[in-house]
C-alpha cells in the first residue's frame, strides 16, 4: 500500500520532500492538475454582461475552483486557441 504525502507548511519543505524521496512509494491519485498563469496581465478591460449570464459564469467558475474574471480569460484563450487550429 502507496503512503500518502505529508502536509507541507512552505514551499522550501515541499521542494526538501520532493527532492529526497521517491514520489513512486507514495499515493498520488489524488492531486489535481494545476494550471499555472506565468504572463503578466498588463491589460484591463471592461465588459457588460447580462446579469443571467454573469450569474452562469459564476457559478461555472466556481464549480472550477477559479475566480470568474479568470475562467473568463482561459474561456477567451481556449477559443482563441481553437480557431487557430481550424
Known sequence: MKRKIPTFKTDEE???FVSKEDLSRFDLSGGEPVRFEFKLKDKSIS???SDDLLVA????????GIP?????????EHEIAR???D
Not at 470568474?68 to 477567451?76: E, L, S, T, V
Open 57 to 64: 459564469v459564476q457559478e461555472r467558475a466556481s464549480h472550477e
Open 14 to 16: 515541499a521542494e526538501v
Open 68 to 76: 470568474y474574471q479568470r475562467f473568463i480569460r482561459q474561456a477567451i
Open 47 to 49: 465588459l457588460r454582461l
Open 83 to 85: 480557431s487557430r487550429t
